[in-house]
């Protein structure tokens, strides 16, 4: 990759495993990781791996995805760099590599409310983009005013709240995966810091009454059907502490699985299709997966 170097500021790191850049902890080797500082860099690198035939995978912080413990054979972007933050009275422009609980807690020090049900989830700003993050009935959806996205062709767009496509768990850039999310326009509410603080505040006692955020995990696993909950009808079957290997449904929060015993991909991804193959089974009931297996 050394013709690729020549047009990087940034050293391209080898000899790397995914299970140090995930939060399920798992995930083999790649060929190389690269951190592009700015636009022209990152589609040099684009540029490149399409000349040579290379796979590639753009990664924010690696809590929604789960690699082979086989390796991949493709190089992994990571958005890092782009971690602008600019603040306009209740606007903030933000980049796709900010950290989303770092936002969260900016806004809520800035008097800005919205950001609340943010604070817990462990992601950056690209990817709560991409995947529609959201908890306690709220989601990007409803803050986004526009989102700045690199196209196929390597053009600089915007796309607006509308052609963003927000869904539940869902967004345009899910279904374009050769889009990749560059920064965020959002819009918050006036708000006081100690009331925005109540809230983040009593939501992150509820997660840890709920969630097993003691072990390694990417939290939800399935979307949850309409007028149902994911993790009771998983209970109801019987499923908490069922295992494949190291992997294993949380006895406290059924729709999240965790590693509790040094787990592979291959243990994770087997494990999620067991539930969710026995829910179908049972229920009739298809979940859809949250999360993203990267072969």
Not at 94 to 111: E, I, N
Not at 257 to 265: C, E, Q
């Amino acid at each position: 990759m050394k013709e690729l170097e020549t047009v990087l500021t940034s050293p391209i790191v080898k000899d790397i495993m995914m299970r140090d850049y995930t939060t399920y902890k798992t995930g083999g080797s790649v060929l190389g990781m690269v951190t592009p500082k700015n636009i022209d860099e990152l589609i040099s690198i684009l540029e490149y791996a399409k000349r040579h035939k290379l796979r590639y995978k753009v990664l924010g912080s690696g809590s929604n995805v789960i690699f082979n413990d086989a390796g991949y054979q493709g190089i992994i972007i990571k958005m890092d760099e782009f971690n602008q933050l600019e603040i306009f009275g209740r606007e903030m422009i933000v980049g796709a590599g900010y950290s989303l609980m770092r936002l969260a807690m900016k806004a809520c020090l800035s008097g800005l409310a919205g950001l609340e049900f943010a604070a817990g989830i462990p992601g950056t700003v690209g990817g709560a983009v991409f995947m529609n993050a959201g908890a306690y009935l709220s989601d990007m959806g409803y803050i986004v005013k526009s989102v700045k996205v690199l196209t196929p062709d390597y053009e600089v767009i915007e796309l607006s709240n509308a052609e963003m496509d927000f869904h539940y768990r869902t967004s345009f850039l899910q279904n374009h995966p050769d889009y990749i999310c560059l920064e965020a326009h959002l819009v918050l509410q006036y708000g006081t810091k100690e009331a925005i603080m109540e809230v983040i505040q009593d939501r992150k006692r509820r997660r840890l009454a709920s969630q097993p955020l003691e072990y390694p995990s990417a939290g939800s696993v399935f979307r949850n059907p309409p007028g149902d909950s994911a993790g009771r009808i998983i209970e109801s079957l019987g499923l908490k502490e069922k295992r494949v290997g190291g992997a294993m449904v949380s006895p406290k929060h059924a729709n999240f699985i965790v590693n509790v015993d040094h787990a592979t991909g291959e243990d994770v991804k087997q494990l999620i299709c067991e539930v969710q193959k026995i829910v179908k089974e049972k229920t009739g009931i298809e979940l859809k997966i949250e999360q993203e297996f990267v072969e």
